[in-house]
């Protein structure tokens, strides 16, 4: 699986974004997909993932009722919906697939594949 991410920029608090992750291979719709976050000098921290079938989801506490994942099957695309958005929030976005039933969604070594980040500047 190829994973490409798109859609950070620049950004004013209270803004919002919408990050999109395009995968290739026909096998996409059996992976989980996930969103990690690095802000310079910090480790890399789970944003948000979904399930293989769309049907739950699952946030880290500071971007829960603020951020939302969605996929789209037809078009082996997900998306990371972000509103509300605070100079915290600044930070390379990543996307990650694994295959289903690999452990906690929120570890990023449970992940296999992984994108090239999106940088996300938020303003104050």
């Known amino acids: 699986v190829q994973l490409q991410a798109s859609g950070g920029g620049l950004v004013q608090a209270g803004g919002s974004l919408r990050l999109s992750c395009a995968a290739s291979?026909?096998?996409?719709?059996?992976?989980?997909m996930g969103w990690f976050r690095q802000a310079p000098g910090k480790e890399r921290e789970f944003v948000a993932a979904?399930?293989?079938?769309?049907?739950?989801?699952y946030y880290a506490d500071s971007v829960r009722g603020r951020f939302t994942i969605s996929r789209d099957k037809a078009k082996n695309t997900v998306y990371l919906q972000m509103n509300s958005l605070k100079p915290e929030d600044t930070a390379v976005y990543y996307c990650a697939a694994r295959t289903s039933y690999s452990g906690t969604y929120s570890t990023a070594g449970n992940y296999a594949y992984w994108g090239q980040g999106t940088l996300v500047t938020v303003s104050s």
């Open positions: 291979g026909r096998t996409f719709s059996t992976y989980d």
């Open positions: 979904v399930r293989w079938d769309g049907y739950s989801s």
